[in-house]
């Protein structure tokens, strides 16, 4: 079964306390490793999307990174703006499967 | 500007009534997917359509319904053999399916009283 974990599933980080998060996943017909962010009440929003193992993408202070078998949102010296839910989903042939999130908080 | 409306954003029905989501594009967009969120899971697939005309059954599809008679609209119906039906319910599209980014609507939270 196509499993997307992430890890850890909250984090609280001082403002300008750099860290990372982790998703994990089985590689089978692997199309895409997508990362978005969530405000509370609100519905997804697109960050990056990565395809090949040793692909980096940036934005603002964001990074995301691919391996084989995880990839990691690294976050440097975050505001409390960057605090949200993030999730990462794999796309499997014609949809795309969703990890629980790991919910980000920043406090000023 | 083009993106994806959803509505009601909150909805409320009682135990055995049917109730239908209402989501349209107009970013001209060929898939368009239904999700359901709850607390501490992911974003769970209840049906998506590639194409009109044509939709499929996720991983979730049990009492609910879907159509896609035109490209912009996919509306959802909660029906009443939906056993836990409070939830909050997004819809998202893609220019075509597999692989592609996925916009989503704001979502329509549904509670059951």
């Known amino acids: 079964e196509d499993q997307v974990t992430q890890s850890p599933e909250a984090l609280r980080l001082q403002e300008g306390e750099s860290s990372s998060l982790n998703c994990s996943y089985t590689v089978s017909g692997l199309r895409g490793l997508f990362w978005y962010r969530q405000d509370p009440g609100k519905g997804p929003e697109f960050l990056f999307t990565?395809?090949?193992a040793g692909e980096e993408k940036e934005k603002e202070r964001l990074k995301a990174t691919l391996t084989k078998k995880e990839s990691f949102l690294h976050i440097t010296a975050p505001k409390p703006e960057d605090s949200a839910t993030y999730l990462c989903?794999?796309?499997?042939?014609?949809?795309?499967?969703f990890g629980t999130g790991t919910r980000l908080t920043i406090i000023p | 500007d083009g993106g994806i409306t959803q509505s009601p954003k909150y909805l409320f029905r009682k135990e055995g009534q049917n109730v239908t989501l209402s989501c349209e594009q107009n970013l001209n967009h060929d898939a368009m997917y239904w999700y359901r969120q709850d607390p501490g899971q992911g974003l769970r697939l209840i049906y998506y359509?590639?194409?009109?005309?044509?939709?499929q059954k996720g991983d979730i599809a049990e009492g609910y319904s879907v159509s896609r008679e035109k490209k912009e609209s996919f509306p959802l119906t909660v029906t009443s053999a939906q056993k836990n039906p409070t939830a909050f319910y997004l819809c998202?599209?893609?220019?075509?399916?597999?692989?592609?980014?996925?916009?989503f609507g704001a979502g329509s939270r549904l509670t059951v009283l």
């Open positions: 990565l395809y090949s």
């Open positions: 989903a794999r796309g499997i042939r014609e949809k795309l499967t």
């Open positions: 998202a599209s893609s220019i075509t399916g597999g692989g592609n980014v996925l916009t």
């Open positions: 359509s590639q194409i009109v005309n044509d939709f």
